[in-house]
């Protein structure tokens, strides 16, 4: 803490929920959770060390016909391993969620108290903005998840829209009927913080019987990402990178398994020289693979 607005969900956790959401009714035209400090105003122009989201990042994995027309592909070699199985992966935010403040402040009930519809999200200092980066890892997971055999549920379909509402977004993946589900985000810390934090959710009725479930998944992504990526367990909020969280929705009312990612911290230096490229995101996603092929299988 110590860095006003620029907490995000890891960060907010510091606060009584009445706090924050109080904090959030308050300043919902500047603040966003995920920390950003990234106001209601244009962003700054983006440095562009990744794909655009009109023509969105593509790996030499997700090169396929059926991956451009978003079609199901055929698995490959090492296919099978998740034939049958339904993932549902939420990018975070939405590009174009600054151009509407009006629509992202919009208060939902959470299941156990009210948040605004959506935020902008946070950005590193360069102006490359989280929804981007989720959109780019999601994007390379789906690709991955599609070569082992799944069916991949996407709560949002480009980076330069509004939305969905965070509770729109658990809706889509409950009526998916998924089978394990990721919310990816990256955080708006303490400058001096770094690394990955995954937030699991606490029992509040329609997520009960999936309390559990989500604590393996959670363990299994924090595995994946110590193994596969450079970015450390967060250094400033969580135990080994995990933490509990009962305020947010997209955890209280999703009644598949589920963790929220926040991938590093967009706010430190370090951290966001790895965000923003290409190699990192696409690290994130295999790892996020590997995980979601361990607990389902
Ligand atoms: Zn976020």
Redesign the pocket.
């Given at each position: 803490m110590g860095d006003g607005d620029r907490r995000?969900?890891a960060g907010w956790a510091r606060h009584g929920r009445r706090q924050a959401v109080a904090a959030v009714i308050a300043a919902v035209l500047a603040v966003s959770?995920?920390g950003s400090a990234v106001p209601a105003a244009p962003l700054p122009s983006r440095p562009s060390p990744a794909p655009a989201a009109s023509q969105p990042a593509v790996s030499p994995r997700d090169s396929t016909p059926a991956a451009a027309s978003g079609q199901r592909e055929v698995p490959d070699t090492s296919a099978g391993l998740l034939a049958g199985k339904i993932i549902g992966i939420d990018p975070?935010?939405n590009g174009g969620n600054f151009t509407d403040p009006a629509a992202i402040s919009h208060q939902i009930w959470n299941g156990a108290g009210w948040e605004p519809c959506d935020t902008t999200?946070?950005a590193t200092d360069g102006g490359y903005t989280?929804a981007r980066f989720?959109f780019n890892v999601a994007r390379y997971l789906r690709a991955d998840l599609r070569r082992n055999g799944a069916r991949v549920v996407m709560t949002r379909a480009t980076d330069d829209g509004v939305g969905p509402c965070v509770d729109q977004r658990s809706e889509i993946i409950n009526d998916a009927h998924a089978d394990v589900a990721v919310d990816i985000?990256?955080d708006g810390g303490p400058a001096s913080g770094r690394g990955f934090t995954i937030l699991e959710p606490v029992a509040d009725g329609p997520n009960d019987k999936v309390i559990a479930a989500s604590a393996r998944f959670g363990s299994d992504v924090q595995q994946a990402l110590l193994a596969g990526t450079t970015m450390p367990e967060s250094t400033y909020v969580g135990v080994d990178g995990i933490m509990q969280r009962d305020d947010l929705a997209g955890l209280n009312l999703t009644s598949v398994a589920k963790v929220l990612v926040e991938c590093g911290n967009m706010r430190n230096a370090a951290d966001a020289r790895l965000l923003v490229t290409a190699g990192y995101q696409q690290s994130v996603a295999r790892a996020l693979e590997q995980a979601i092929i361990r607990v389902l299988g």
């Open positions: 995000g969900h959770a995920c975070g935010h999200g946070t989280e989720n985000h990256a």
